[in-house]
C-alpha cells in the first residue's frame, strides 16, 4: 500500500480524531478540517489523494463543498467520499448526485475502513 495524502473533514472532534488516527496508523499523512471553510484553505496550500467529507457540517454543508470542489478544475479529479451518520434511502444516491465517489456510513466499522480506502486509492 503506498502512503497518500488525505483530507479529513468532520465537525465531530471524536469522528475526526479516531478516522485520522485510523488513517495515520495505515501510513497515510492526514488533514484535518472541522468545517467547509477550513477546508477550503488547506485545499488552497494542498491537493490531497482523496477527501473524506461529513456531509452534515455547521455552515456550508459537506454536499455543497463537493459540488463546489468538483466544479474546480483544481480539485475536481480528487475523489471525494461521504462520511455520514444519515443512512436513510435515497442520502446514498444524493450524496452520489453532489459528486461523491463514495458513501460510507458511521459510525464506521474500524476494521472495514482501511480496506476501503487503500482499495479506493487504488482505483483512483
Given at each position: 500500500m503506498i502512503p497518500a495524502s488525505i483530507l479529513v473533514v468532520d465537525d465531530n472532534a471524536t469522528?475526526?480524531?479516531l478516522i485520522s488516527e485510523l488513517l495515520r496508523f495505515e501510513g497515510h499523512r492526514v488533514l484535518a478540517a472541522s468545517d467547509a471553510e477550513k477546508a477550503q484553505v488547506i485545499?488552497?496550500?494542498?491537493l490531497p489523494d482523496l477527501i473524506l467529507m461529513d456531509i452534515a457540517?455547521?455552515?456550508?454543508d459537506g454536499l455543497e463543498l463537493t459540488r463546489l470542489l468538483k466544479g474546480d478544475t483544481r480539485t475536481g479529479k480528487i475523489p471525494i467520499v461521504a462520511l455520514t451518520a444519515f443512512?436513510?434511502?435515497?442520502?446514498?444516491?444524493?450524496a452520489l448526485a453532489a459528486g461523491c465517489d463514495g458513501y460510507i456510513t458511521k459510525p464506521i466499522d474500524t476494521r472495514a475502513f482501511p480496506v476501503f480506502v487503500s482499495n479506493l486509492l487504488a482505483a483512483s
Open positions: 469522528n475526526l480524531k485545499l488552497e496550500g494542498a457540517l455547521p455552515g456550508m443512512a436513510m434511502k435515497g442520502d446514498e444516491q444524493k
